[in-house]
């Protein structure tokens, strides 16, 4: 096992019905900015019982942060915070809106004039900075923003993640019933995404982690038995909460602490959001088959567990073991309604330069556990996406 510091300060309240328990992790004389995204939370009635709980506090509502959250409506929210004198924030959405809290919360405390730094400069989790306390209320299971300490943000054409333990959440409310309402298509992102941080951090090099490599194979599991029932059931409590919880453990730190990680298939599916607006959960279902088939030699020893444990795959060659574990992988994406191919989204050839030269931009030309991913083999995965 590597050497690992392992550190989650974010408590979690969990269950149907707590939101009137938010007063009691938020000081009583704080000034809080209640952030949310496009409307949702008002057009379901979270923000009311929000709003309800916290009304003996100072308020302020941001909305409008969108999806991919951009920059610039962040910084709109900044400004706001620093002339009125926030001093908590909450955010109330999904990954968006809780990535777009954290890069408010710390732009907000940041000195310089150019806090677009923050994603494009060397800003890293060693950086000195500091940052508005924050809380999230989670509308949609998918990212695990919840409870760590990293946020993407999209700044010109490219999406720039971020990440410093001074934007954990010092708390997050997990009430599943609140996500009954997501329509199905992003229930699919949430589950494909939650699958794919698992693989991130699990389909890299075995360095004997046995509790994390179990754990990461429960997660896939408890996904591939609940996704497709919590699409169809999207009211039957358990289902619902499995999900929730699987995605919180999914990318909280735990499953990746001591062990290798790739993202790899997370940067490649950036450029794809960046450029083509397709969903996040979407570009990672593209991506990671064919990166596992390019990469299959690196990653035989763990293909070859996961082909076993996962989806008890036990004959044949070690090629078609892995070809076959691979395969089911993608009827698993298929079922839950989520396609495969950069074509079934209209994306055509021509724009594989693009996307080379997006990662090439970033500095992303060594990307994976081993670091030996360059701009060639990014390419040659895109072309077996296609
Ligand atoms: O904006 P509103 O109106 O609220 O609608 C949202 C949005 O349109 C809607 N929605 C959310 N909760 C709902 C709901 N609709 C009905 N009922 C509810 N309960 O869902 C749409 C998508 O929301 P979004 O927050 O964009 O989705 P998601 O949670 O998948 O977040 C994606 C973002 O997270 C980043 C991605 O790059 C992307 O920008 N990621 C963040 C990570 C992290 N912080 O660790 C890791 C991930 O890998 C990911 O990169
Ligand atoms: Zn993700």
Redesign the pocket.
Known sequence: MLNFNFYNPTHIVFGKDRLSELHQHIPADAKVMIV?????????G?LQKVTEALKSYQLIEFGG?????RFETLMKAVDQVQKEKVDFLLA????????GT?FIALAAKYKGNDPETLLTGNFSPSSKAEALPLGTVL???????EM???????YQNG?Y?F?HPCVFPQFSFLDPT??????PI?VA??VV?AF??TTEQYLTQPVDGRFQDRTAEGILQTLIEIGRKTIDHPEDYDTRANLVWNATMA?NGLIGAGVPQDWAT?ML??EI?AFYGV???QT?AIVLPSMLRVRKDKKKDKLLQYAERVWQIKAGSDEEIIEAAIVKTEAFFNSLGIKTKLSDYGIEASAIDQFIEGLEKKGMTALSETRDLNLDISRQIYEQAL
Request: net charge neutral; glycine share 20%.
């Open positions: 949310y995204g496009g409307g949702s939370v008002k057009k379901y979270t942060v969108e999806p991919n959250p109330v959405g999904g990954g968006s809106v809780m990535d954290k509308t949609l299971p998918a990212t695990g923003s760590n300490m990293g946020g993407v943000v999209t999406k993640p990440m609140i996500t009954y309402t997501l329509p992003q992102n949430g995404d794919v941080h990318l997370h599916g950036h959001t969903d996040h959960g990672l």
